[in-house]
C-alpha cells in the first residue's frame, strides 16, 4: 500500500534503504485499488516497479516529500 511505501521512504537510511522504499512505491502505484494478488499480478506489478528505483530518483523523490 501507499502507507507502507510512504513510511519506508520517510524511514529510509541509506542508499539501500531509499532504493527499497522506491521499489514499495513502485509497487504500490502499480497495485492500486487490488485488494488481492495473484502471482502473476504481483510480478507484473514488480517489474512495473523496478525502474523507478535508481539512486536519483529516490533522493528526488525524497526531497520533494519535505
Do not use: H
Not at 514499495?24 to 495473484?38: D, H, I, P
Not at 525502474?51 to 519535505?66: E, H, I
Amino acid at each position: 500500500s501507499s502507507v507502507i511505501a510512504d513510511s519506508a521512504l520517510t524511514g529510509a537510511r541509506g542508499n539501500s534503504g531509499a532504493i527499497l522504499a522506491q521499489f514499495f512505491q513502485g509497487l504500490a502505484e502499480a497495485t492500486k485499488g487490488k485488494v488481492r494478488l495473484s502471482t502473476e499480478t504481483f510480478a507484473q506489478a514488480a517489474t512495473k516497479a523496478e525502474p523507478t528505483t535508481s539512486p536519483a530518483s529516490a533522493f528526488l523523490n525524497f526531497s520533494n516529500m519535505k
